[in-house]
């Protein structure tokens, strides 16, 4: 089975702290994820990754950076964390180059709140 | 641009009927569509690959139909349980525009299985 884990199930941190979310793959996945999810605007791709060092800007980067150092981690960083990145994090990773057959497994996600 | 849509967004069933949960997206050019469950405050669970050259996927009591010329699927849970109560998401996976290997998500139907 696909195992993906993320390092917090639920996570509080001030406005302005530095916030690291980290999430690995164990099924040498290509492509990795971030996205964020909210009430009522449903998933949103903050990141992704596929390769190792590789990395592209969804729909919602700002305020977010990355990084993929080793092929089956993949950390999304809050700089300078603000409430309104109070959300949940879900990171997924996907075999890739596979075309249709590309599917994408989830972690239990991380519930983050900043005060 | 892609977008998924979900309809209903709540649906409340009696345990033991047959139920249809329907996702509609605006753009034919895909390669695969995924449903999804996800559980209060939980990631979510793959349950279903569509690729873009089937007609539909079976697991168990689920089956999942796709018609990509009209831009429906419909996910289909035989003999609902209280154990089915969750959110249901679908995704498709576009083949232009967007990020690479990314998923257009709708914002779900709750499903809600009375005893």
């Known amino acids: 089975d696909v195992k993906v884990t993320q390092s917090s199930r639920y996570l509080v941190k001030r406005t302005g702290e530095k916030v690291f979310l980290e999430c690995v793959q164990d099924?040498?996945?290509?492509?990795m994820f971030w996205y964020r999810q909210d009430p009522g605007l449903g998933l949103r791709l903050i990141y992704f990754?596929?390769?190792?060092?590789?990395?592209e800007k969804g729909d919602i980067p700002e305020g977010y950076s990355v990084s993929r150092e080793k092929k089956e981690r993949f950390s999304l960083i809050l700089e300078s964390a603000s409430t309104n990145q109070t959300s949940m994090y879900l990171c997924?990773?996907?075999?890739?180059?596979?075309?249709?057959?590309?599917?994408?497994?989830f972690g239990p996600g991380t519930r983050l709140t900043v005060l | 641009k892609q977008e998924v849509t979900q309809i209903p967004a709540a649906l409340s069933v009696p345990e033991g009927e047959n139920l249809v949960l329907n996702c509609s997206f605006t753009?034919?050019?895909?390669?695969?569509l995924q449903w999804f469950r996800q559980d209060p405050g939980k990631g979510l669970t793959s349950l279903l690959l569509?690729?873009?050259?089937?007609r539909e996927q079976t697991s168990g009591r689920l089956n999942a139909s796709l018609d990509k010329s009209s831009g429906r699927s419909t996910l289909y849970i035989a003999a609902s349980q209280p154990g089915d109560s969750a959110t249901y998401l679908c995704?498709?996976?576009?083949?232009?525009?967007?990020?690479?290997?990314?998923?257009?998500f709708g914002k779900g139907t709750k499903l809600s299985v009375k005893p």
């Open positions: 997924a990773s996907s075999p890739g180059g596979q075309g249709s057959l590309d599917e994408q497994f």
């Open positions: 995704a498709v996976r576009p083949r232009y525009g967007g990020s690479q290997g990314n998923l257009i």
């Open positions: 990754s596929y390769d190792v060092k590789m990395k």
């Open positions: 753009d034919s050019a895909i390669y695969n």
């Open positions: 099924m040498d996945h290509e492509n």
């Open positions: 569509i690729q873009s050259s089937q």
